[in-house]
């Protein structure tokens, strides 16, 4: 048996749909209760374009509500810890798809991840991925 945090698997997944935060924070958890892995506490999200509140007024006093250039679409980051290791969501509105990682010092079974994916949320591929 591999002793915890020797190795970590990591494995992407890209699914064609959409979702609110509140969704991809539900399926976030389902995954991890899927693959038998553990919160270590709340899930955190990110909005994107990101930058500070001041910069944010004075460029919406400027240029209006658009994103600021070269800062990437609209969007979220949604990361979840695990005792294992991590689970994350990557969505920008205007692709109509999202990113799925997992990475955990734990096996996992990718191929479980992706029939979820599939009978949940859309059309799913998958990458296997590596092990450092």
């Known amino acids: 048996m591999t002793t915890l945090g020797q190795n970590l698997k990591v494995s992407g997944y ?16 389902e995954i ?7 919160p270590a ?12 509140q001041f910069w944010r007024r004075v460029a919406a006093w400027i240029i209006g509500r658009r994103h ?13 810890p695990l005792v294992e290791s991590f689970a ?10 999202w990113f799925l990682v997992i990475g955990s010092c734990r096996p996992y079974e990718a191929r479980q991840v992706v029939n979820f994916l599939r009978d949940n949320c859309g059309e ?9």
Request: aromatic share 14%; glycine share 12%; charged share 20%.
């Open 32 to 38: 991890v209760v899927l693959i038998g892995m553990t």
């Open 124 to 132: 799913t591929d998958y990458q296997e991925g590596f092990i450092l």
């Open 88 to 97: 994350l969501i990557d969505y920008w509105h205007k692709h109509g798809h």
């Open 14 to 29: 890209r699914v064609q749909s959409t979702a609110s935060k509140r969704e991809f924070k539900r399926i976030l958890r």
């Open 68 to 80: 600021l250039p070269g800062l990437g679409g609209e969007g979220w980051t949604i990361a979840q």
């Open 41 to 52: 506490g709340r899930s955190k999200i990110w909005l994107f374009p990101w930058y500070s």
